[in-house]
Nanobody, 120 residues
Framework: QVQLVESGGGLVQPGGSLRLSCEATGSILRTDAMGWYRQAPGKERELVAVHFGGGVKKYAESVEGRFTISRDDAYNAVYLQMNSLTPEDSAVYYC??????????????WGKGTLVTVSA
């Protein structure tokens, strides 16, 4: 069973930076896609960034150039460096893991989320 634990959220002023971390435990493969989603109050959960096992990264248009996703397979971890934050980035950020091979292919695993609040 896969478990994901996020950390690093908090309160930051507009223009500031935060770094989110997610550590995965369980049966993790380097081919699994790992990424970040977010959900603001009253809105649907949306993709922020994903790091595929082959090294390909994908970003939401709204964070392109400001956020950077990275991954450390030695620690089964994924990180999200967030710069130039705006109040529109305020949301609960969820770590996601999605196997792309094997019997659990396509199944989504989620962390419990970490709250990011951008406010003066």
């Amino acid at each position: 069973q896969v478990q994901l634990v996020e950390s690093g959220g908090g309160l930051v002023q507009p223009g500031g930076s935060l770094r989110l971390s997610c550590e995965a435990t369980g049966s993790i493969l380097r081919t699994d896609a790992m990424g970040w989603y977010r959900q603001a109050p009253g809105k649907e959960r949306e993709l922020v960034a994903v790091h595929f096992g082959g090294g390909v990264k994908k970003y939401a248009e709204s964070v392109e150039g400001r956020f950077t996703i990275s991954r450390d397979d030695a620690y089964n971890a994924v990180y999200l460096q967030m710069n130039s934050l705006t109040p529109e980035d305020s949301a609960v950020y969820y770590c996601n893991l999605r196997p792309v091979t094997g019997p659990f292919r396509g199944m989504d695993y989620w962390g419990k989320g970490t709250l990011v609040t951008v406010s003066a």
